[in-house]
T-cell receptor, first 114, second 112 residues
Framework: SQTIHQWPATLVQPVGSPLSLECTVEGTSNPNLYWYRQAAGRGLQLLFYSIGIDQISSEVPQNLSASRPQDRQFILSSKKLLLSDSGFYLC?????????????FGPGTRLTVL | KNQVEQSPQSLIILEGKNCTLQCNYTVSPFSNLRWYKQDTGRGPVSLTIMTFSENTKSNGRYTATLDADTKQSSLHITASQLSDSASYICVVITGGGNKLTFGTGTQLKVEL
């Protein structure tokens, strides 16, 4: 069976510090991978998606970047965090093919920027 | 502008009661609509996926309906349980499957 992991589960960082969130998927090959942010009282916002290694598409301009160094690893990064980067970050995967086949979400990372 | 609006924003019901959550969308062209359940601090889990031609789909005590003409969907929960307390999110996918639009969710609380 497929599983998706995210870490850390929670993170508190000062403004201006760097960020690295990691997501890994097990039990499947060549998945589509996604990063979402969920701000309080807001819907999920797609940040990045990837259809393959080193193939990253950004949906919204922002202070964040994403990388996919391995087939089942997706990393969300920032060089300098802003207060507005606080939120709940979700990684998701779907079967390769139509970009938005059913997506399966990870447990999420709660990021608080102070 | 593609939008997905859910109502009510929050809802409190007693255990054992039924409830219905609403989702109205302006997304076009429509591909499919999904309902997710998100427990607090967890990732969303899919409940149902409905295509244009489907009017109703059930998953246990959850029944989703879709009216593509009026661009409305509902999620009906029967005989609610405490474990149903969660946020329920409606997601609409545009034709070709190239874009998702998420609703802000309905926060459901089931009490004794």
């Amino acid at each position: 069976s497929q599983t998706i992991h995210q870490w850390p589960a929670t993170l508190v960082q000062p403004v201006g510090s760097p960020l690295s969130l990691e997501c890994t998927v097990e039990g499947t090959s060549n998945p589509n991978l996604y990063w979402y942010r969920q701000a309080a009282g807001r819907g999920l916002q797609l940040l990045f998606y990837s259809i393959g290694i080193d193939q990253i598409s950004s949906e919204v301009p922002q202070n964040l970047s994403a990388s996919r160094p391995q087939d089942r690893q997706f990393i969300l990064s920032s060089k300098k965090l802003l207060l507005s980067d606080s939120g709940f970050y979700l990684c998701a995967w779907s079967v390769r093919g139509t970009l938005y086949n059913e997506q399966f979400f990870g447990p999420g990372t709660r990021l608080t920027v102070l | 502008k593609n939008q997905v609006e859910q109502s009510p924003q929050s809802l409190i019901i007693l255990e054992g009661k039924n409830c219905t959550l609403q989702c109205n969308y302006t997304v076009s062209p429509f591909s499919n609509l999904r309902w997710y359940k998100q427990d607090t601090g967890r990732g969303p889990v899919s409940l149902t996926i409905m295509t244009f031609s489907e009017n109703t789909k059930s998953n246990g005590r959850y029944t989703a309906t879709l009216d593509a003409d009026t661009k409305q969907s509902s999620l009906h929960i029967t005989a609610s349980q405490l474990s149903d307390s969660a946020s329920y999110i409606c997601v609409v996918i545009t034709g070709g499957g190239n874009k998702l639009t998420f609703g802000t969710g309905t926060q459901l609380k089931v009490e004794l």
